[in-house]
């Protein structure tokens, strides 16, 4: 297992020494403001994911149609989730020892991907019958996807905010 994860931490290390790098890991100001970045970015991004599962559900925002809802929330979303991924990018390149060794950042990259999965699963399976239950509740296949979402979601937050606490080293 040592010799996989070799050329990752060789590259991690490579990063870590570059001028920018160092750069950013010792400023206080700019540092501090990807961190609020991310943060800020992620609630845009977990709080219209909430909002879309919640309808999938079958609990919440259950007199606009699905459709129209995703219409709506997506491209927000995606907005969402891109800042948060730049803003993570950065923070990853700024300190990637700090994160290469963390059992907490690997889970939510884990976790992240596996959402990412369950979302991709919905929307080339499920979504495509999205006709017959726009203005209905939802079937098993959407309940269950937004479910997972809500869940994995959560857990990614957490695992994420747990980042700076890794008991683990």
């Not at 540092?31 to 991310?38: I, R």
């Not at 730049?86 to 690997?106: A, C, E, H």
């Not at 309940?143 to 957490?158: D, R, Y």
Request: hydrophobic residues 55%; proline residues 4%; aromatic residues 16%.
């Amino acid at each position: 297992m040592a010799e996989l994860l070799s050329p990752l931490r060789s590259a991690f290390e490579f990063v870590s020494n570059l001028e920018n790098s160092i750069a950013l890991r010792e400023s206080q100001y700019v540092w501090s403001l990807f961190e609020v970045a991310h943060v800020v970015s992620m609630c845009l991004f977990a709080g219209l994911i909430i909002m879309m599962d919640l309808r999938l559900l079958g609990i919440g925002n259950m007199q606009t149609p699905f459709s129209q809802l995703q219409r709506r929330l997506f491209p927000w979303q995606m907005v969402g989730m891109t800042l948060s991924a730049i803003t993570g990018l950065v923070l990853v390149f700024g300190d990637p020892m700090r994160f290469y060794s963390n059992v907490f950042f690997w889970m939510k990259m884990t976790l992240m991907a596996i959402a990412s999965l369950n979302a991709m699963a919905f929307h080339y399976t499920t979504y495509f019958t999205v006709d017959t239950w726009d203005h209905k509740v939802p079937p098993f296949g959407a309940k269950l996807a937004g479910a997972l979402g809500i869940g994995l979601w959560a857990f990614v937050i957490v695992a994420g905010r747990l980042i700076p606490y890794n008991w683990f080293q």
